[in-house]
């Protein structure tokens, strides 16, 4: 079992920055963020793996999220600058993927959720 545990959410204007941390209770070869509007379903945001350091990212945060990890803290971040209203919504952290990294049914662990709104 992996316990995951999120926090750095909070409300912004657009145009600000925000800083996601997820902390893992042990070892995971790949962790990633997801989010959920209301009404929505919960999206693939950016993922990150260990072995070799690869990163991917949704089209519409890309240029504008960074995610990293340190693997002796088994902890990853995620960088939002130049936020936009449409990025307001429930940001999840998961681990351990089997399959796509942008499918939350290829995730077995998740994190409880941090909010993030952004205000026009």
């Known amino acids: 079992q992996v316990q995951l545990v999120e926090s750095g959410g909070g409300s912004v204007q657009a145009g600000g920055s925000l800083r996601l941390s997820c902390a893992a209770s042990g070892y995971t070869y790949a962790m990633g963020w997801f989010r959920q509007a209301p009404g929505k379903e919960r999206e693939g945001v950016a993922a990150?793996?260990?072995?070799?350091?690869?990163?991917y990212y949704a089209d519409s945060v890309k240029g504008r999220f960074t995610i990293s990890r340190d693997n002796a803290k088994n902890t990853v971040n995620l960088q939002m600058n130049s936020l936009k209203p449409e990025d307001t919504g429930m940001y999840y952290c998961?681990?351990?993927?089997?399959?796509?990294?942008?499918?939350?049914?290829?995730?077995?662990?998740w994190g409880q959720g941090t909010q993030v709104t952004v205000s026009s």
């Open positions: 998961a681990a351990t993927p089997v399959g796509s990294w942008s499918s939350a049914d290829s995730y077995k662990y």
């Open positions: 990150i793996y260990t072995g070799g350091g690869s990163t």
